[in-house]
Structure formats: C-alpha cells, structure tokens
C-alpha cells in the first residue's frame, strides 16, 4: 500500500515569507507527526496529532510554527515569517492506533535564503 | 547534551567487518527503536524492542535492549556497502504521550567497497 506521502519535496523561500508543508498518512493511521531534521542530525519532535484530540504541540520552536490535520487524515505545517534557521528538512511520519512504530514520509528540504 | 546519546557519530569500515553503534540514556523507555536513513529519504524502521534484555536479529544485523532499558546497541556481521546510512535510535520514554519519539543524535556508517 501507498506509504507516507510530503509535499513538496523541496521548497526554497525568502526569509520572512510563509510556506506551507503537506502530509498524507497511511491510510487508517491514527496517529501523525511532525519533526524537523537539521543538516546531518538526529530528528527533533515538533507536534504530534492523535484522532480527535487535541495536539500536542510541545516541540514547536516559536509562536511562528503552527499545524493542522483536518478530517484525521492530511495535515499541513505552516511557518510563518521564515527564518534562515528554519532551514531543515521537514519529516511527516503516521502510526497506527496501537504499536510504537512510526512509518516517515520522505520529507520536505526547506531553504530560506 | 541529548536524551539518548550515540556513539560514534561517525564510522568507517572496510566490507566484511564488524561493527556496533551504542545508544545510551540515563532514562528508562518502554520500546526503543532502530532506523536507517539514506540521503534524501526518510528514517526507515529496522526494528522495535520493548523487553529489558531483548535480543532481536534480522539477517546480519543484531539489537540488544539493555536489561534496565536504558541503552541499546546494533551490531552488523559482515557489513556490506548496502549498509551505509544514518543509523538512529529513538526511544519512547515512561508515560510519553502518543508514543512521542526521542532521537539520538545518529550514526553515519560508511562500509567502503
């Protein structure tokens, strides 16, 4: 079946412009989140959505990033007003309603110049 | 400093030798998790251990979770140029909500033909 989709692949900005980034899920996937990846690091939680519940948005770095997920399934992470440390790779990741393994989009290359 | 901590950040080998990656915490977490990543791609999962002293295998490549589930390591016989990539751990500690993930930093393995 189809896996963890993100678009675009790749996105270049100018700083203080907003970009919006896109997830699908796998299908029947309960659980999405997001995680922001900086040049050859280790993976930092950002926000993590589960059903209906409300998010949590523990991770998010500033009032600049926000996210939704609308109908349980496709979310979208918004920055507002980039920045050039917002440079990252943004990765999107589902899981089913039961188990811990998490399934990871290819991601989303941000730039802002 | 980090959660979970890997060591080395960096390994290079010839084809055909050993090698180990460790992931220590001085937190307890209730599944510890193991992902490749290729450049351009998304952390793939290799393997979930949940159980303090597991023992799991896949083909060439051997993760132990540690009896108090603090640290783990992978241990690949034989590495083949197939088997560089980012090595990373990630663990879900006590009580996380959803399953949040904790990432060590990585370990970027390089088998040389």
């Known amino acids: 079946g189809a896996g963890v989709s993100q678009s675009p692949s790749n996105k270049v900005t100018e700083k203080g412009k907003d970009v919006e980034l896109r997830c699908d899920p796998i299908?029947?996937?309960?659980?999405l989140y997001w995680y922001r990846q900086s040049l050859g690091q280790g993976l930092e939680f950002l926000i993590y959505f589960q059903g209906n519940s409300a998010p949590d948005k523990s991770g998010l770095p500033s009032d600049r990033f926000s996210a939704e997920r609308t109908g349980g399934s496709v979310s979208t992470l918004t920055i507002q007003r980039t920045q050039q440390e917002d440079s990252a790779v943004y990765l999107c990741?589902?899981?089913?309603?039961?188990?811990?393994?998490?399934?990871f989009g290819p991601g989303t290359r941000l730039t802002v110049t | 400093t980090q959660l979970l901590e890997q060591s080395p950040q960096f390994l290079s080998i010839q084809e055909g030798e050993n090698l180990t990656v460790y992931c220590n915490s001085s937190?307890?977490?209730?599944?510890l998790q193991w992902y490749r990543q290729e450049p351009g791609e998304g952390p793939v999962l290799l393997v979930t251990v949940v159980t303090g002293g597991e023992v799991k295998k896949l083909k060439r490549l051997t993760f132990q979770f540690g009896d108090a589930r603090k640290d783990s390591s992978l241990h690949i016989t034989a590495a083949q140029p197939g088997d560089t990539g980012l090595y990373l751990c990630a663990g879900t500690m006590i009580k996380a909500a959803g399953n949040k993930l904790t990432f060590g930093g990585g370990t970027r393995v390089l088998v040389k033909p």
């Open positions: 937190s307890v977490f209730s599944s």
């Open positions: 299908s029947g996937h309960t659980a």
């Open positions: 990741a589902s899981s089913p309603a039961r188990g811990y393994e998490q399934y």
